[in-house]
């Protein structure tokens, strides 16, 4: 059977409904492990989320000493884990996470074409906590040839737009630097002129750079791993119910164009729909109301595998901290005339000479916390001192830097977005001010403090730059503090933030198999869920970068051993 194409007519032993990183994980092991597995997808594009994220995998205890220089182990991972989520529900599947993780890891390298290697130094989100680490924990995909994917290339669904360059080119997290140093290093500058080349000569041919980095290379990977295992993939495919049969799920229902249509499985079905991130009706339930609307997650996470696995007798737990993982986000329109969300996570927040203010024109909370913590501050935010939405912003210096949302570093070419008024500029603080909507007063007392801070290198607000992660998302070539430096450099810019997420936290409760639970604790049988179908064992805390991408694999992986019949750890 040719990858891409599903004869809908024949029995699978395995159908999995979504195309993410749990899902395509489910599929390429079950498939390595000798199962005939089909892939429904809503969209028409093969990646979900993953294919627009960082691509971090949050994997403790898979990175060997020698590749990393530090030894990491369970119980250090779960000492870290019962720090920043507490008594919450969901321990046992930590530990079994925690667990199963390095032979999972293992198993995606030895078995398919995913390719993942850990970072020498990236901490978790709270280091000061114990059994915090530094490094090791953090495993990013390798580098991705496209076109190594031939035509399903264009099936992958390509990273937002603004984190390419040049409509198309991918930055890999190392040679940023390169790109902001090119006039100022030799090195850097060969550095960035080589890529160039390599993109304009895959643009020859193709509709964007083929070398794929971050979350673009890990989907890119599972859809190699897809295509070498010939699995049966279908494309804009609505599933409209599951079958259920003695007291467990046999197959799906399809919309078809001349009507249903049933395609069985012999042994389960797995749900890796992304999430309710898309649905608002599931928003307003389960989310805070001053969360909104916004959303960084790929199109068709609108909650489908969620009422499919509620209608087979599956429930979601209660006792989440969230049940988001939030984000910053700023709207615009893009050239096409789309909207567009623009995620903050890492590229503007927490660098020297940025700052967000509430509804007062004060700071609300440290901008070089993490996402998830920089939004829940948001939302916790007394009434009387609105934060949603808050503003970003900047000197010229630091827009030129670092950019700003979605404009990017060193665009000299400002005017589309002032015009559209995403970018708001001010010769001075008064006129930011009214810009912005907040006291000048306040504001111009803020940035004092602000400045002095930054002179001594002390953030005496909120300790920003006092830990090893704040250190890391700022910028080492400035000192003392490397996520502070004064707002000296006119005009002033800012950008409007608004409470997003990068996907839902609260899915199905599931067993350490990955299989859906009934209300009474019991498995249904041949349901399963992973990835943000399956309730998060973060019970919605976020201790660290790919804290949803580890799980994903890990449980897509389990979920799929499970179904091979294999239920213990893999020896080889």
Sequence with gaps: MRFGKADLSQHYDVIVLGAGAGGMTAAAVAAHEGLNVLVLEKTNRLGGTTALSGGMVWAPNSASETTVGTEDNVAEARTYLDAVIGSRPGAKLRQTFLERAPEAIAYLGRNTAVKLTPLAFYPDYYPDLPGATLKGRVLEPRPFDGRTLGEAFRLLRDPLPEFTLFGGMM??????????????????????????????????????????????????RLVKSLRDLSVAVALETDVTRLLMENGGVGGVEIA????????????????????????????????????????????????????????????????????????????????????AVYPHTVTDRGKPGMLAVASDGRRFTNEANS???????????????????????????????????????????????LKSGYLIEAPDLNGLAAKIGVDPTALA????????????????????????????????????????????????????????????????????????????????????????????????????????????????????????????????
């Design 171 to 220: 930055v890999s997290r190392t040679d940023i630097p390169h790109f902001r140093r090119m006039f100022r290093s030799p090195r850097s500058a060969l550095r960035v002129a080589m890529l160039l080349i390599k993109y304009g000569l895959h643009r020859l041919n193709l509709h964007r750079g083929a070398t794929l980095v971050l979350g673009n290379a890990l989907a890119g």
């Design 256 to 339: 078809g164009a001349d009507g249903p249509v049933t395609v069985r499985a012999r042994r389960g079905v797995i749900l890796a729909t992304g999430g309710f991130s898309h649905n608002q009706e599931m928003r307003q339930t389960y989310l805070p109301e001053r969360a909104g609307p916004l959303s960084a997650v790929a199109p068709g996470a609108t909650g489908d595998g969620l009422a499919l696995g509620r209608t087979a007798g599956g429930s979601l737990p209660a006792g989440n901290e969230s049940n988001a993982f939030w984000v910053p986000v700023s709207t615009f329109r893009r050239n096409n005339g789309a909207e």
């Design 445 to 572: 007392k803020t940035v004092a403090r602000y400045n002095s801070d930054a002179e001594t290198g002390s953030d005496t607000l909120f300790g920003r730059g006092a830990n090893a992660y704040h250190k890391y998302v700022g910028d080492a070539e400035t000192s003392p503090n490397p996520c502070m430096r004064p707002l000296t450099d006119l005009p002033y810019y800012a950008v409007k933030l608004q409470p997003g997420d990068l996907g839902t936290a609260g899915g199905l409760g599931t067993d350490g198999n990955a299989r859906v639970l009934a209300e009474n604790g019991a498995p249904i049988p041949g349901l399963y869920a992973c990835g943000n179908d399956m309730n998060s064992i973060m019970s919605g805390c976020y201790p660290g970068p790919g804290i949803t991408l580890g799980p994903a694999l890990v449980f897509g992986y389990l979920a799929a051993m499970h179904l091979a019949g294999k239920n213990t750890p893999d020896a080889g």
């Design 371 to 417: 996402y998830h913590e920089f939004v829940t501050a948001m939302l916790r935010t007394d009434t009387g001192l609105s934060a949603v939405p808050c503003h970003l912003i900047c000197d010229s210096t630091s827009l030129w830097r670092y950019g700003l949302g979605a404009v990017k570093p060193m665009t000299a070419r400002r005017a589309p977005y």
